[in-house]
Protein backbone atom coordinates (compact mmCIF):
# COMPACT_ATOMS: atom_id res chain seq x y z
CA UNK A 1 0.00 0.00 0.00
CA UNK A 2 2.87 2.59 0.70
CA UNK A 3 4.71 1.33 -2.15
CA UNK A 4 1.75 2.67 -4.46
CA UNK A 5 1.77 5.59 -2.54
CA UNK A 6 5.26 6.58 -3.01
CA UNK A 7 5.37 5.65 -6.59
CA UNK A 8 2.41 7.76 -7.01
CA UNK A 9 3.90 10.97 -4.90
CA UNK A 10 7.21 10.28 -6.77
CA UNK A 11 5.27 10.83 -10.22
CA UNK A 12 2.99 13.60 -9.33
CA UNK A 13 6.64 15.50 -8.38
CA UNK A 14 8.21 14.86 -11.59
CA UNK A 15 4.82 16.00 -13.26
CA UNK A 16 5.19 19.36 -11.14
CA UNK A 17 8.85 19.51 -11.74
CA UNK A 18 9.19 19.20 -15.37
CA UNK A 19 5.77 21.52 -15.59
CA UNK A 20 7.86 23.97 -13.75
CA UNK A 21 11.02 23.72 -15.94
CA UNK A 22 8.90 23.94 -18.73
CA UNK A 23 7.56 27.26 -17.11
CA UNK A 24 10.99 28.39 -16.52
CA UNK A 25 11.99 28.40 -20.14
CA UNK A 26 8.74 29.87 -21.12
CA UNK A 27 9.89 32.89 -18.86
CA UNK A 28 13.26 32.72 -19.92
CA UNK A 29 12.36 32.71 -23.45
CA UNK A 30 9.81 35.70 -23.37
CA UNK A 31 12.56 37.79 -21.40
CA UNK A 32 15.09 37.48 -23.93
CA UNK A 33 12.93 38.27 -26.43
CA UNK A 34 11.84 41.94 -24.84
Not at 16 to 33: A, E, G, M, P
Request: aromatic share 2%.
Amino acid sequence: MLRVQKRRTTALIKEITSSTDNLLKLFCITSLQQ
